[in-house]
């Protein structure tokens, strides 16, 4: 999360109130920097791999770029979800194989239960989905680690994604 993002909390949850939450946001932020999110996911996605007979390990010819790991409001009041989303793309000799944007949210996240799935046209949401919670619940040392843990399921979800689209895909999937 960057200055944008603390700018986009301030914007959801009343400006008066971000001085209140900036430490403990900075902090979580800080936690999940120390997660090695690019590893954790490359993991993940060969383990998936190795089930689903999407082939071996995946380094040579696919691409993983973490778009955003952000607080995304929810629906309820005063809630946020942990909102992870990743390009994944294949590439196969010198063609993209596989592009697709895959995200990882709360149903009462974006845009809410009515357009779910598809938080914009070009992402595919993922199962399960993030659970929302008051900012509260993502301080401290418990908050932060309980914040870790779900960028990890979130990892681990778009991982499983990825791998069941590459078992039983020889074309390019469009969200």
């Not at 090695?36 to 060969?46: M, P, V, W």
């Not at 509260?136 to 990890?152: H, I, L, P, S, T």
Request: glycine share 6%; net charge negative; with cysteine.
């Amino acid at each position: 999360m960057c200055s944008s993002d603390l700018a986009a909390l301030a914007l959801a949850s009343g400006r008066d109130r971000l001085n209140r939450w900036t430490p403990c946001v900075t902090e979580m932020y800080m936690a999940i920097q120390d997660a090695e999110l690019e590893a954790t996911f490359r993991d993940r996605l060969n383990v998936h791999s190795r089930t689903s007979s999407a082939g071996t390990d995946a380094a040579g010819w696919l691409s993983a770029d973490i778009q955003r790991v952000i607080l995304r409001k929810c629906t309820a009041p005063k809630t946020y979800c942990i909102e992870v989303s990743i390009r994944i793309r294949v590439h196969r000799d010198g063609e993209t194989a596989y592009d697709r944007v895959h995200v990882y949210s709360s149903r009462e996240g974006r845009y809410g239960e009515e357009r779910w799935p598809g938080h914009d046209y070009w992402e595919a949401p993922v199962e399960p989905v993030s659970t929302c919670r008051e900012i509260g619940d993502y301080c401290g040392a418990e908050g932060q680690q309980r914040a870790v843990r779900e960028v990890e399921t979130a990892l681990d979800a778009i991982a499983a994604a990825v791998a069941r689209d590459l078992s039983g895909s020889s074309t390019t999937p469009r969200s």
